[in-house]
């Protein structure tokens, strides 16, 4: 065979190889084409994976076996019976985006004089619920005792790839099961939604953790992904017994959460690192800064850091009826305080909560020192070389000299 021949061969083997991939792309976006009918398939290849329940009505395609082959093969599978009767009548209700402009103050002196991102936020404020793009029915199914909820962007798939493998790893301890899920909404830009939402779909596919809905994922959104999550919760989430949400660039200590609420009973549980009488703030070069005109009274009624905190389940469906009642703000964890002071209860500060940071003082090396963390529930701010670093050391043969008595 002379140089030219291989080639010659090598080229005709590139292109078949090519054109296998364009063939199966096409084959399924074909299976893709309409919406509906891929919410239903995408359902169908998740209960393939759990329990097999559709296979017997016919449902059961090709490309579900290498579906069945990912990871969540391994899971239980817990088909009850109730569960399957509610699940058809309890579904994410909202199927189209009805979403205008709300002109009715467009002309008044003060919303003239308001930022760009607070008109924008103004005009946008009653249009509460949008359609879900990415849905996981089954993930509540069965007993829960932690669900892990993480707030997380399309873009930043590589904290999500970093908290699946270190703290938010779905697993049971002593016979309790955690699950967790990422919070998405759909991105802001076009290349990215071109570029990107196809991975994320893909990402799915593989990990089965991803709610995704419909609307713009933006800072003052965030109270949108807030809303959104409790009514998901309320939804389909009957047997969780508690509630892990936060941001996806903190460190946590899962097994600290166990020895927590293992020495608590209280009812409506809601701890995190919580500020009382915190003042809105008025600078405007400040991220969290708010006009008088969107807020007027001298403080926040107390709340929880977003960055990470705990509730009951219970709690969670309270919230939900109580955050139809009220307006929406546009910083997501100050909402939930509205929330809880419409439901009077008062949430608890604890110190294994570090939401605002370990230490003032970036420099310290307490920022660096596994013991510290070792002895939290949650801090604030570590991005994946260093979450993965710390996970290393906090869950090695670490010996503390002085453990860190906070729990
Ligand atoms: C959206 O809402 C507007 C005003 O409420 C209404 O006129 C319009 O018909 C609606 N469009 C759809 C597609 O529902
Ligand atoms: C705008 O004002 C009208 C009349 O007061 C009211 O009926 C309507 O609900 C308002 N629109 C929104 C989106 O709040
Ligand atoms: C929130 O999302 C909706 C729907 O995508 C969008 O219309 C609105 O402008 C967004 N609001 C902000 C403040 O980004
Ligand atoms: C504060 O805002 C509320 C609702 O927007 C309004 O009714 C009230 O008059 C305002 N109070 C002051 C002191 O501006």
């Given at each position: 065979?002379?140089?030219?021949?291989?080639?010659?061969?090598?080229?005709?083997?590139c292109?078949?190889?090519?054109?296998?991939?364009?063939?199966?792309?096409?084959?399924?976006?074909?299976h893709?084409?309409?919406?509906?009918?891929?919410?239903?398939?995408?359902?169908?290849?998740?209960?393939a994976?759990?329990?097999?329940?559709?296979?017997?009505?016919?449902?059961?395609?090709?490309?579900?076996?290498?579906?069945?082959?990912?990871?969540r093969?391994q899971?239980?599978?817990?088909?009850?019976?109730?569960?399957t009767?509610?699940?058809?009548?309890?579904t994410?209700?909202?199927?189209?985006?009805?979403?205008?402009?709300?002109?009715?103050f467009?002309n008044?002196?003060w919303f003239?004089g308001?930022?760009?991102?607070?008109?924008?936020?103004?005009?946008y404020?009653?249009c509460?619920?949008?359609?879900?793009?990415?849905?996981?029915?089954?993930?509540?199914?069965?007993?829960?005792?932690?669900?892990?909820v993480?707030?997380?962007i399309?873009?930043?798939?590589?904290?999500?790839?970093v908290?699946?493998?270190?703290?938010?790893?779905?697993?049971?301890?002593?016979?309790?099961?955690?699950?967790?899920?990422?919070?998405?909404?759909?991105?802001?830009?076009?290349?990215e939604?071109a570029n990107?939402?196809?991975?994320?779909?893909y990402?799915d596919?593989?990990?089965?953790?991803?709610?995704?809905?419909?609307?713009?994922d933006?800072f003052?959104?965030?109270?949108?992904?807030?809303?959104?999550?409790?009514?998901w919760?309320?939804?389909?989430?009957?047997n969780?017994r508690y509630?892990?949400?936060g941001?996806?660039?903190?460190?946590?200590?899962?097994?600290?959460i166990?020895?927590?609420?293992?020495d608590?009973?209280?009812?409506?549980?809601?701890?995190?690192?919580v500020l009382?009488?915190?003042?809105?703030?008025?600078?405007?070069?400040?991220?969290?800064?708010?006009?008088?005109?969107?807020y007027?009274?001298?403080?926040?009624?107390?709340?929880?850091?977003?960055g990470?905190?705990l509730?009951?389940?219970?709690?969670a469906?309270?919230?939900?009826?109580?955050?139809?009642?009220?307006?929406?703000?546009?910083?997501d964890?100050?909402?939930?305080?509205?929330?809880?002071?419409?439901?009077q209860?008062?949430p608890?500060?604890?110190?294994?909560?570090?939401?605002?940071g370990?230490?003032?003082?970036?420099?310290?090396?307490?920022?660096?020192?596994?013991?510290?963390f070792?002895?939290?529930?949650?801090?604030?701010?570590?991005?994946p070389?260093e979450?993965?670093?710390?996970?290393?050391?906090?869950?090695?043969?670490?010996i503390?000299?002085q453990?860190?008595?906070?729990?």
């Amino acid at each position: 065979m002379t140089a030219r021949d291989r080639w010659r061969v090598y080229k005709r083997v590139c292109l078949m190889f090519f054109l296998a991939v364009v063939t199966i792309t096409v084959v399924q976006r074909g299976h893709m084409s309409t919406g509906a009918q891929f919410h239903v398939e995408r359902q169908t290849r998740q209960e393939a994976a759990t329990g097999g329940a559709l296979q017997k009505k016919g449902l059961y395609s090709g490309t579900d076996r290498f579906w069945k082959v990912s990871k969540r093969k391994q899971e239980p599978t817990t088909e009850d019976p109730k569960v399957t009767e509610e699940r058809g009548a309890r579904t994410w209700d909202v199927t189209t985006t009805n979403c205008t402009a709300n002109l009715n103050f467009s002309n008044t002196e003060w919303f003239a004089g308001l930022e760009a991102n607070f008109k924008q936020f103004l005009l946008y404020r009653h249009c509460r619920y949008f359609p879900i793009i990415i849905n996981h029915p089954e993930k509540c199914r069965g007993e829960i005792y932690l669900l892990i909820v993480i707030k997380s962007i399309i873009t930043q798939h590589d904290r999500r790839e970093v908290i699946r493998k270190t703290w938010g790893k779905e697993q049971e301890i002593d016979g309790k099961r955690i699950k967790t899920l990422f919070l998405l909404g759909a991105s802001a830009n076009e290349v990215e939604k071109a570029n990107h939402q196809k991975l994320l779909e893909y990402e799915d596919y593989i990990y089965g953790d991803i709610l995704q809905w419909d609307f713009m994922d933006s800072f003052f959104n965030l109270t949108l992904k807030e809303t959104h999550f409790l009514k998901w919760f309320s939804t389909y989430c009957g047997n969780v017994r508690y509630i892990f949400k936060g941001d996806d660039d903190v460190f946590v200590n899962v097994q600290n959460i166990f020895e927590f609420l293992g020495d608590i009973n209280i009812k409506n549980l809601f701890v995190g690192d919580v500020l009382f009488k915190a003042k809105p703030i008025r600078k405007k070069e400040n991220k969290y800064y708010i006009p008088q005109a969107l807020y007027n009274k001298t403080h926040y009624p107390p709340y929880a850091g977003g960055g990470g905190f705990l509730m009951d389940g219970p709690l969670a469906r309270k919230l939900y009826g109580a955050s139809e009642t009220l307006d929406l703000y546009p910083i997501d964890d100050v909402f939930l305080g509205m929330c809880l002071e419409v439901v009077q209860v008062t949430p608890i500060r604890h110190n294994a909560f570090k939401t605002f940071g370990l230490v003032k003082n970036k420099n310290s090396k307490l920022n660096k020192e596994p013991c510290f963390f070792k002895g939290m529930i949650v801090v604030h701010k570590l991005l994946p070389p260093e979450l993965l670093n710390m996970w290393k050391l906090v869950n090695s043969d670490l010996i503390c000299a002085q453990k860190v008595e906070i729990l």
